[in-house]
């Protein structure tokens, strides 16, 4: 497997595994999958997983928080929202290089 695939799917288990612990499984779940798809080197999992950067609702939208007693989100978590945000930025960069590299 080529290095920038295996620092793609490194870089989405990691963020999925940070979006589960954090209460958001369906994200998590979303880029898992896309993870398997780019591992088996499917293109479309590129291009899926670049549907979720953009628009309202977006992976771009998602702020990770503490749970109040009530399961209600309590305050922002900075060091965890900083993880995510650099992740993020490495993922849509690296997925979008490669999906222009595909088209070109």
Do not use: C, Q
């Not at 990770?64 to 309590?74: A, F």
């Not at 900083?82 to 999906?99: G, Q």
């Amino acid at each position: 497997m080529n290095s920038e695939i295996e620092a793609l799917v490194s870089m989405l288990e990691e963020t999925a595994e940070l979006l589960r612990e954090s209460g958001f499984a369906g994200w998590s779940e979303w880029f898992l999958i896309d993870a398997k798809r780019i591992r088996s080197l499917d293109f479309f999992g590129i291009e899926h997983l670049l549907t979720a950067f953009g628009g309202m609702g977006s992976f771009n939208d998602v702020v990770l928080h503490s749970r109040n007693e009530d399961g209600s989100p309590g305050h922002a978590l900075h060091a965890e929202n900083e993880k995510l945000d650099s992740l993020r930025t490495r993922i849509y960069n690296l997925a979008n290089k490669m999906a222009h590299e595909e088209r070109s």
